[in-house]
């Protein structure tokens, strides 16, 4: 009989061994990690992504502002300062390249410590920001109707935007798939041999080669670290709460407002979203998990912070709430080739503002492995098409070659069926709701999901041959369904005949 042992080396020796050597292995499907593989394609490099999750933007890249930063936040000469700066200029036309939603609102700072606004000004202007003024009294107040009066002035800074980040991690990704990247989903790294200038990556289910690694796990970090035997760094984690205001709430604020920073941050804003929404948040509260718990304390900071700026601001029209855990190290990123393993590039401590910055890192990631030259053609990735942008003689078009764009199954976001169904048949073979909500939308609006959750979810269980009880909301297990009860069993069964 064979001991366990033994058979734990005989199921290594089966496992399916990727035959390809490819020139990096990219960790982590944030938005960092989507853009490194981005940029690696456009090189023409052969790279494959690994993502624990079930899909990308699954970590601190879901759950943020959204605002690709001016720049002038950030402490000179940081990488945090000049990433932020380079990274928004690249957004300006890769967002357009990827056809995803950016919108240029501009952003204001607004406080009555004038010597304060100057400071932060110069500081702008140290990184490289452009168009930085001091505005006040009419024009101000014309900018932002809604701030109370005795709020008198601001800095204005005209280039900040916002820009859909779910599309932006996805179409990055989807664009990388088009031209030739790989990916795996689910992949729960066990082991990372370095032999004869290859790592060989396993799971304990397929083994990948490849010449380069780049850790961009976030908050797992110090596990791959671990496993490639490279420098490890101490991680604190803060939260961020957050209101979401129902898209009737329009332009109650139609740019970014933040008060004064403070030495927890950039503070409690208001923002409008590209997808027409209002957030306010996010609160900074230390914390020692990755939980992302909304608190009754963070909720009213949010309350205070805003009605203490903003007039009548309307709570009443709040949809949702979440949180976002921001993983920090130290005060700047740490970006670097590994002393330790100079075939490694370790991305650590990648909190605000990475998002803007990513691009900016994805440069510099390329630029320490020394991979020069031109980017290749590539082809561009086809966006999803949205009835909500068509006019009605389109409309009538579209639904008379597929009678699916007239089946509406998300009425607070006008979701159609075919819509759902291209986003479930795109590139990365989406299978989880949050997935599909993340592409086109269904169940993020005034509802929450209450009237077509069960409809996408079907749609999932059909198309892609998963039972409707094992279909889950993002992350493994997270099933919509009582597995476990028999009478919810029965329940579902009628559902499905429903
Ligand atoms: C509250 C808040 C507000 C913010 N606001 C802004 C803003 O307005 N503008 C801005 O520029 N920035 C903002 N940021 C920062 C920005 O969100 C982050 O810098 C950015 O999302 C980091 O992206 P990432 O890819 O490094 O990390 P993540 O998005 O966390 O991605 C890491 C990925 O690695 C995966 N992973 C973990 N372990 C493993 C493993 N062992 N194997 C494979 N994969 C693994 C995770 O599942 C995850 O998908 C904010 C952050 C927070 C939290």
Redesign the pocket.
Known sequence: MKNNEQLSNENKHNQNVNSKIYDCAV???????TAVLNKLTRLGKKAIL????ED??????K???????AGFDAQPETLKAKLNVKGKLILDTLCQELSVPYTQVGAVVAGNDMKKLEILKEQGIKNGVPDLEIIEGDRLHKLVPNLKREIKYALYAPTSCIVNVFMLTIALAEEAVINGADFRFS???KSIKFEDDIFTISDNNEKICAKHIIN?????YN??AKLLGVEEYPLSYRR?EYYVLDREVGDYVGLTVFPLPTHLGKGILATPTTDGNVLFG?TSENCSSLDPIITPAGLKRIKDSICSMFIKPPFNKAIREYA????GSGNDFIIEKSKINPKVIN?CG?????????PAIAEMVCDLLNFKGDEIEIIRRKPYGFIQDKNSKQLEEMIKENPKFGNILCKCEMVSEAEILNAIHSPLKPHTLDSIKRRVRPTAGHCQGGFCMLKVARLISNELNIPLQKVIKETSKSYIFDNDNESGTQSNKDLKQS
């Open positions: 960790f982590g499907g944030g938005v960092v990690g690994l993502e624990i999750g990308v933007c699954t970590g601190m890249s759950a943020n502002s959204a605002i690709a930063h992949y729960d790294t961009s796990t976030g908050w797992g596990n791959i961020g996010p976002g855990i921001r993983v991305l990648i909190n605000s503002p990475g998002l803007t910055a990513a």
